[in-house]
């Protein structure tokens, strides 16, 4: 099983520019999540899905927007990058019960730099 | 609002010591509590749960027990092993969804 598959691993981005980061699943999970990981702050929570055409927002969802079309695929889109987004940034999926199964699965994360 | 506070790393042990990682959490109701486990290189795995008080969660050797009285839920392990060093995190989810992570404890295994 591939499980969460997240691309690019690394991007690096000039102040301005804008870039997606695709995130798919093949689990057939309803609830996925977009965080951010910055050194030493844990993981923030950016967007999240509850199932296809539902998105709602995180903790920090400001200069990000998302999809999700269909239940696999949930990219994550930066506008106007500035050098505050640069992070390690993870794609999850979980069952649709929610979180009381406590089981997120993450993909490998995506290494992103804002010069 | 939540929170979750683990206790500050890096934390660096030799092989065969006994292992203790503080979390501690600040929620409304009766939240479920988690540990998850980064290795280099990788994602987050769920390491082990507890739903309720008095529960404890256990694998791989790894125990933590959900303390509603201490609001706490500290990881222990009896013998680390090199293969453990990774970062720790302790994490919570309470409504809407979502969960609430700590900042993460490095820990480093020494041969």
């Known amino acids: 099983n591939a499980g969460v598959t997240q691309t690019p691993k690394f991007r690096i981005l000039k102040i301005g520019q804008s870039m997606t980061l695709q995130c798919t699943q093949d689990m057939n999970h309803n609830y996925m999540y977009w965080y951010r990981q910055d050194p030493g702050m844990g993981l923030k929570l950016i967007y999240y899905s509850v199932g296809a055409g539902i998105t709602d927002k995180g903790e920090v969802p400001n200069g990000y927007n998302v999809s999700r079309s269909t239940t696999e695929d949930f990219p994550l889109r930066l506008e106007l990058a500035a050098p505050s987004q640069t992070s390690v940034y993870f794609c999850?999926?979980?069952?649709?019960?929610?979180?009381?199964?406590?089981?997120?699965?993450f993909g490998e994360g995506s290494r992103l730099t804002v010069l | 609002g939540n929170s979750v506070t683990q206790m500050e790393g890096p934390v660096t042990l030799s092989e065969e010591a006994f292992l203790t990682i503080n979390c501690t959490y600040t929620a409304t109701g009766y939240p479920s509590l988690f540990w998850y486990v980064q290795y280099p290189g990788e994602g987050l795995q769920l390491l082990l749960k507890a739903t309720k008080a008095d529960d404890k969660g256990s694998n791989k050797g790894f125990e933590a027990t959900y303390r509603k009285e201490t609001t706490s839920f500290h990881l222990e392990k009896g013998s680390v092993q090199v293969s453990d060093s990774a970062v720790y995190f302790c994490a919570l989810a309470g409504s809407a969804r979502q969960l609430t992570f700590g900042s993460g404890t490095q820990l480093t295994v020494l041969p």
């Open positions: 999850a999926s979980s069952y649709g019960t929610g979180l009381n199964t406590g089981e997120l699965f």
